[in-house]
């Protein structure tokens, strides 16, 4: 395995925030950002398929249902071909059929259709992550990895935040090109994989194991349980938010303003706390993360302006910035180096099942129940999520201890 030797060595504070990690690592970030810079389609699709396509609430709740049940598939497959084929190839391939899939998503008409054409997308889109995850576990030091994580979230929220001003924009000119320009970043991701990264799977295991392999570690299962709720209630702020806020007469323009936020502060703020977090216990700090995310979202509820929607967004974007980088370097601790795609695979299976449970419920709740039930339910889920992976957390510790 070829791996490039790690950067020079940067003085001062940056030393302590960019130091001493790979080049092939450098590219993944670099890719991921230009990558996320047109993730146009996700954050508006809800809109768009009530708008633009005029499915009712429900309908809509329904297709994105198949793309997160899509998700679900995508992941373990993903990691499995990562441990198996490579990660290299692995991601090449997933980004290059996420951009080819885009364009059926665009081209569907019907419900069956969209059903369809979202959960085929919901199979590709994702099959890059495990091996991107598993790729920077290879990489990287196991004392840089909490950071080289956290840069990774930080690159994906720089191009987010931007991808969310320029999609609200571009969403009035057509959606067609949000899809264009999505399309376009994944393949430019890919071209950066092939002549940046290089192949990182061990080779000295001839049976990279299996799947039921993982499913066996229990703490991995807590671990996938605890991420499920988490991201039911996170999931909220792409799903069920958009609607609370045009529905206080905030248009879309508005959305924009209010999610980009997030992705504005973790850019601005991430990179002064990589060091102060870098000295905390995980265990603590996955507990507040859940905690604050949960408390953030219930904010919501009493949100009907502008700025009091920032103000809630913000709370809950302290949450991300709390736990940033702490779950992939933790699930890097459990996996043995030869199943690490197969974590990282299990581990993304609890983002797929989060987007294939969390539109339904949250719609169904906001319609059936409202604001109150959905966002206090938010909050639930946040503290059972935190305390999880407290668990989680204490107990890694104790096994490489």
Not at 88 to 108: E, K, P, S
Not at 121 to 147: M, N, T, W
Not at 178 to 187: H, I, P, R, V
Not at 317 to 333: D, F, K, N, P
Request: net charge positive; with cysteine.
């Amino acid at each position: 395995m070829n791996i490039p030797a790690p950067t020079e060595a940067l003085p001062g504070r940056w030393e302590t925030r960019v130091g001493g990690l790979p080049r092939a690592f450098w590219a993944l970030w670099t890719g991921a950002l230009v990558n996320r810079l047109g993730a146009f389609v996700a954050p508006f699709l809800v809109l768009y398929l009530t708008r633009t396509r005029g499915l009712s609430i429900s309908q809509a709740g329904l297709v994105l249902s198949a793309h997160g049940l899509g998700l679900a598939i995508s992941q373990p497959v993903g990691g499995v071909l990562a441990d198996r084929v490579g990660r290299r190839r692995t991601m090449v391939g997933g980004l290059v059929a996420a951009a080819t899939t885009l364009v059926l998503v665009g081209a569907a008409t019907s419900l069956p259709l969209l059903c369809l054409a979202v959960f085929v997308y919901g199979i590709s889109a994702d099959l890059y992550r495990p091996a991107s995850q598993a790729a920077i576990a290879d990489l990287v030091d196991e004392k840089h990895r909490p950071r080289a994580y956290a840069l990774l979230f930080w690159a994906i929220n720089l191009g987010f935040a931007v991808a969310t001003l320029l999609a609200g924009l571009l969403a009035d000119h057509g959606y067609w090109l949000l899809f264009l320009g999505d399309a376009a970043t994944s393949l430019v991701f890919a071209a950066v994989i092939l002549r940046g990264v290089p192949e990182t799977r061990p080779q000295h295991h001839r049976e990279p194991g299996r799947l039921r392999d993982v499913a066996r570690d229990r703490l991995m299962l807590l671990l996938v349980a605890s991420v499920v709720l988490q991201s039911v209630a996170y999931l909220q702020a792409f799903f069920t938010l958009p609607l609370a806020i045009t529905a206080d007469g905030l248009g879309t323009r508005g959305y924009g303003i209010a999610i980009s936020l997030n992705c504005v502060l973790i850019v601005l703020l991430q990179p002064l706390l990589l060091g102060a977090l870098g000295r905390r216990g995980r265990a603590p700090l996955l507990l507040a993360s859940g905690v604050v995310i949960g408390a953030g979202l219930a904010l919501t509820a009493f949100a009907d302006t502008l700025p009091t929607h920032l103000a809630a967004v913000t709370v809950w974007t302290l949450g991300e910035l709390v736990g940033a980088g702490q779950l992939g370097a933790l699930i890097a601790s459990i996996a043995p180096p030869h199943l690490r795609g197969r974590y990282m695979g299990m581990y993304g299976l609890s983002y797929g099942v989060a987007a294939f449970v969390g539109p339904a419920l949250g719609t169904a709740t906001l319609d059936r129940l409202g604001e109150n039930a959905l966002w206090g339910g938010c909050l639930l889920l946040g503290v059972l999520s935190g305390a999880g992976l407290f668990v989680v957390a204490r107990v890694a510790a104790r096994r490489s201890g």
